[in-house]
C-alpha cells in the first residue's frame, strides 16, 4: 500500500496550491479519502474528506469555501485545491485512506508533504 503525496511548497499569503495523493496496492475506489494537516507543536487535524464515490464531501471550518477536495478513481488519486492560504495554514499535509468493513478498520497513510506560506 502506498499514498505518495505531492504539490506541497512555499506560497505567499493569499496564494494557491493544488495538492495530490496518489495511491497504489488497494481498491482505491472502496475508501474514503481526506485530508489532514499537522504543524509543528500542534495535534494533526482533519481537513477535508470525500466519501469513497466522491458525492459527499466535509470541510473544518477554517478552510471552508477556500479549500476543495476532489478524487479521481480512474486514476487512483485525490486532490486538494487550497487557496488564499493564511500563514497559519503552514504545515505538513498528509493523505489518508480508510474503510471499515465489518469489525475491521483499513486505515493508511501518506508520509506527508510540506506546505509553507511565507512572503
Known amino acids: 500500500v502506498q499514498l505518495v503525496e505531492s504539490g506541497g511548497g512555499l506560497v505567499q499569503p493569499g496564494g494557491s496550491l493544488r495538492l495530490s495523493c496518489a495511491a497504489s496496492?488497494?481498491?482505491?475506489?472502496?475508501?474514503?479519502m481526506s485530508w489532514y494537516r499537522q504543524a509543528p507543536g500542534q495535534e494533526r487535524e482533519l481537513v477535508a474528506a470525500?466519501?469513497?464515490?466522491?458525492?459527499?464531501?466535509n470541510y473544518a471550518d477554517s478552510v471552508k469555501g477556500r479549500f476543495t477536495i476532489s478524487r479521481d478513481n480512474a486514476k487512483n488519486t485525490v486532490y486538494l485545491q487550497m487557496n488564499s492560504l493564511k500563514p497559519e495554514e503552514a504545515a505538513v499535509y498528509y493523505c489518508?485512506?480508510?474503510?471499515?468493513?465489518?469489525?475491521?478498520?483499513?486505515?493508511?497513510w501518506g508520509q506527508g508533504t510540506q506546505v509553507t506560506v511565507s512572503s
Open positions: 496496492g488497494f481498491t482505491f475506489s472502496r475508501y474514503a
Open positions: 489518508n485512506a480508510r474503510r471499515r468493513a465489518g469489525v475491521s478498520l483499513y486505515d493508511y
Open positions: 470525500i466519501t469513497s464515490a466522491g458525492d459527499s464531501t
